[in-house]
């Protein structure tokens, strides 16, 4: 498994099959990840989502990606950290339930912002620690590319400092 970490929108990630949208309990167009990933897939997502709300804490689900040029959003809800109970536990089950249905629909490339680390407060040293911890769990997974879309330069530099301390490699 190739790993990149690239300061980048993630909905701008035409060379990859499924991003992944740090999405709350309803589904529905928000702030940051949440909005960019519903303006950029159109009006035709929310509609598509509504019957799988609320995603419930640790959850994912998957969805074609309508007017995004991938070809599916795996939503996954993350607990806030300030408010919910377990919220690093959460965000494990989250990370499991994104790379099992990478795995179950053979996904070979996905594209993941640091999950959490706006609206729901998660630290972002914790974030990338958690992520990289995921990614040296679901290492024999199908998928060639895991890419990870952030923000600015001291947040690439903890996914850097992450991988380095986990003996990943990554570009």
């Given amino acids: 498994m190739e790993i990149e970490v690239l300061i980048a929108n993630?909905?701008?990630?035409?060379d990859i099959e499924a991003i992944v949208?740090?999405?709350n309990a309803n589904l529905r167009l928000g702030s940051g990840v949440a909005g960019a990933i519903h303006e950029a897939a159109g009006p035709e997502l929310e509609k598509y989502c509504e019957p799988y709300a609320p995603l419930g804490l640790?959850?994912?689900?998957?969805?074609?990606?309508?007017?995004?040029?991938?070809k599916y959003i795996i939503h996954t809800r993350a607990a806030h950290y300030l408010f919910d109970e377990n919220p690093e536990q959460v965000f494990q089950q989250c990370m499991?339930?994104?790379f099992e249905l990478a795995k179950d629909n053979n996904i070979r490339s996905l594209a993941l912002?640091?999950?959490g680390t706006g609206?729901?407060?998660f630290p972002a040293e914790?974030?990338?620690?958690?992520?990289?911890?995921?990614?040296q769990k679901h290492v024999n997974t199908p998928?060639?590319?895991v890419r990870v879309c952030v923000v600015n330069s001291s947040m690439q530099a903890l996914f850097w400092d992450a991988l380095d301390a986990a003996s990943m490699s990554y570009n």
């Fill in 96 to 98: 499991d339930s994104i």
């Fill in 58 to 70: 640790g959850k994912s689900i998957l969805t074609p990606a309508f007017d995004l040029p991938n």
């Fill in 119 to 121: 609206v729901f407060k």
């Fill in 126 to 135: 914790l974030c990338a620690t958690t992520m990289v911890q995921s990614f």
């Fill in 113 to 115: 912002p640091a999950i």
């Fill in 21 to 23: 949208n740090s999405a």
């Fill in 143 to 145: 998928l060639d590319l």
């Fill in 10 to 14: 993630i909905a701008n990630q035409a």
